[in-house]
């Protein structure tokens, strides 16, 4: 995995200009948030019991676990083009497991802007020691979540064509209930954010974590995660034996 | 004029044959409206009925027609493909045409914005009756004097994307700088009107483009009344002489500093 990493940050950064262009632009995308919420809080003094400062835990996360999943796991995105077109043929060949392979296939270069903003919106509201270490801990498990919940609906792709479309709507879900503070959704929303998209898991605990930290959510993290890997490895190996080759000839890059 | 309306008459012809693509889009853009409701609805719970002379459905209205501009507007004519072609060098095919290249954009972005749109239009309409209930103390007049603010709206959202395209020729990449922009009119246009920000940055915004490209089309709906119709037609006026001045003379310098190779 580290050795696809190594490959793929080389090949990122060959064009140092454009790499540091992408990550800059990213840092500042992600900033310019910071206006919607210093507006809103100039109209109402608290969200819930959150503050400004609590609601940027939530960017923070959200932000962090994504870089981690585009830097480390972006392979998975081309998961459907890849079974759609018969490119997986180069993979399977391999003597390593495929959808390690796959998934550390590409990395995003904008993803690094992501991580390196979580730590910028942390250290500026909730710089701490120990929230810089913990954070360091939830991003993975919140960058795996991620992962794994996209490999699961990327996978419906072996079975029906064209169902990426539903997959990556369902991720815009996912993102919009990260970025966004609990209270404002519905029961039903909430129910959403911790079983089919599960961001309660990735972002909404270890924003509780981090202002109020409780072993019982740790342990649920932890479980969590090692639930929908599990399940995520599953759903792609069995997708995989309905895979058909389409004989292309290539080679990967 | 006649080659003009051709190049219009084509392009739109050949965006319907797309619609079925913005129906992805559609889920984007329902999915971030909820969201965005679902928040004005938690501010708005605690009672408060009127924040800066906005109820909670005339937020939510202004949010959408901000919006249907800003995604209706997101054509790739204006802004990736004038990118790509003087990147690639094919500006040099296009600059010898018997029409004027910047007047071909501008006529190619109307008739595929078009399409986009409408389709938004409609989308928004039908999210709204959901979300928001009727427009309180609607008046009729409003679309009628919304159809030429609205057009002037998107064609100086164009513009504006072509002017920061045509940067191409000096830098290697504009696709930053039409970031930066969208997050601009996104922060300061489209997720809140001017009244929510402090004074002075409530008169910045009133005499920038945003003005005339969201918060002012969105306002007239919302609002309707006559003295604003002509503050925003000639806000908006003003801004699309001072660009195509400014796109003229970029575009000239941008020529004659090409250099393309032959192959």
Known sequence: MFLSFKYNLMRAMENNVAFMTSVIMMIFNNASFIIQWITIFS???VIGTYTLNDVMLFWALSSGSFGITHIFFNGITRIPDYIEHGKLDAYLTMPKN???QVATSSLEPSAVGDLLYGYIALIIFNFSIKNLLLYSILIIFGGLIYAAFMVVYYSLTFKYIRSNYFAESLRDVFLNLSLYPDVIFSKVL???AFSLIPSGFAVWIPVYMLLDFKLKYMLYV???TIGIITLA???FNKGLKNYSSSNLMDARS | MRKYLFIIKTTFIDSLQYVSSLLFRFCGFAIMMYVLTSLWRYIYSD???????????????YLLLAETISFGSGSNVSSSEVKDTIKSGNIAYQINKPYNYIGYVVCKYMADTFVRFMFFLVISIGLGFIFAGAIEGFNYMSILAGIPVFIFAILIV????ILISLTSFWVEDSKPFQHVYNKIVLMFGVFFPLEMFPKLVGTIIRYSPIYGISYGPAKLILDFSGGLFRSILIS???TMIVLLLIIKTVYRRGVKKLNVNGG
């Open chain 1, 98 to 100: 495929v959808l390690c």
């Open chain 1, 233 to 235: 490895f599953y759903v």
């Open chain 1, 222 to 224: 932890i479980l969590f």
């Open chain 2, 47 to 61: 009672g408060t009925g009127v924040i800066n002379g906005y109820t909670f459905s005339k937020m939510i209205w």
């Open chain 1, 43 to 45: 109209l109402k003094e």
């Open chain 1, 190 to 192: 909430k129910i959403l």
């Open chain 2, 158 to 161: 164009g513009l504006i994307k």
């Open chain 2, 236 to 238: 908006q006026l003003i």
